[in-house]
């Protein structure tokens, strides 16, 4: 069965760095997400992507963070400079068309821990 | 936003049905109705969705009020494996993002 894979599982990082985290969403699908969870919190939506532009972001997903599809399988997330708090499970997601009735296909997640 | 409640945690035991309400009160004529789950430290999988009418798939049941107010999530036989947060989340046009709350933490009890 297809599935969204995400790298790296666990990346512990400085205080200030950049962080890349990768995702190649299933092959034929053309909408693509990024979600986090901080520990014992609620998943939480960061930013949804389609046709190479950002068609919605939360307010969580400020100027520190970026995504992109460099090539035609992967979709990555970027965070300028990392902070204490950006501490969470991130997941990539990714679905084949838009409406309230489509599927969301998570990823198994980044942990992400800031030092 | 319409809004979901369910219960924080039950527990069911192995081999039975499990039943996992959730009510939506204030759900509109378009939201959908949508169960996704979460297993300890894996991504949100997806179980079910439905509209107006029952749903049936190889995972489980989705049983929707005549008057869409509420709906049950429905597991036919419990294996250890179902022991995951489930999430009911209501979706609708225009705003189709997953709005997950804190769901209902299902124990199986062996």
């Known amino acids: 069965e297809p599935e969204v894979t995400q790298t790296p599982s666990h990346q512990v990082t400085q205080m200030g760095q950049e962080v890349i985290l990768r995702c190649v969403p299933i092959?034929?699908?053309?909408?693509f997400y990024w979600y986090r969870q901080i520990l014992g919190q609620k998943v939480e939506f960061l930013v949804s992507?389609?046709?190479?532009?950002?068609?919605?972001k939360s307010e969580i997903f400020d100027d520190q963070f970026s995504v992109e599809r460099p090539d035609g399988s992967n979709f990555t997330l970027k965070i300028r400079s990392t902070k204490l708090e950006d501490s969470a499970m991130y997941f990539c997601?990714?679905?084949?068309?838009?409406?309230?009735?489509?599927?969301?296909?998570f990823g198994e997640g980044s942990w992400l821990t800031v030092v | 936003d319409a809004k979901t409640t369910q219960p924080n945690s039950m527990e069911s035991n192995e081999e039975e049905p499990v039943h996992l309400p959730c009510n939506h009160s204030?759900?509109?004529?378009?939201?959908?109705i949508h169960w996704y789950r979460q297993l300890p430290s894996q991504g949100p999988e997806y179980v079910i969705h439905?509209?107006?009418s029952n749903v049936n798939n190889r995972m489980a049941s989705l049983a929707i009020a005549e008057d869409r107010k509420s709906s049950t999530l429905i597991l036919h036989r419990a294996t250890l494996r179902d022991a995951a947060v489930y999430y009911c989340?209501?979706?609708?046009?225009?705003?189709?993002?997953?709005?997950f709350g804190t769901g209902t933490r299902l124990t199986i009890i062996p």
């Open positions: 989340i209501l979706r609708r046009f225009g705003n189709e993002k997953l709005t």
């Open positions: 439905g509209l107006t």
């Open positions: 204030t759900i509109s004529g378009t939201d959908y």
């Open positions: 092959s034929n699908h053309l909408y």
């Open positions: 997601a990714s679905s084949d068309s838009r409406g309230p009735g489509n599927t969301i296909y």
């Open positions: 992507f389609y046709n190479n532009e950002i068609s919605e």
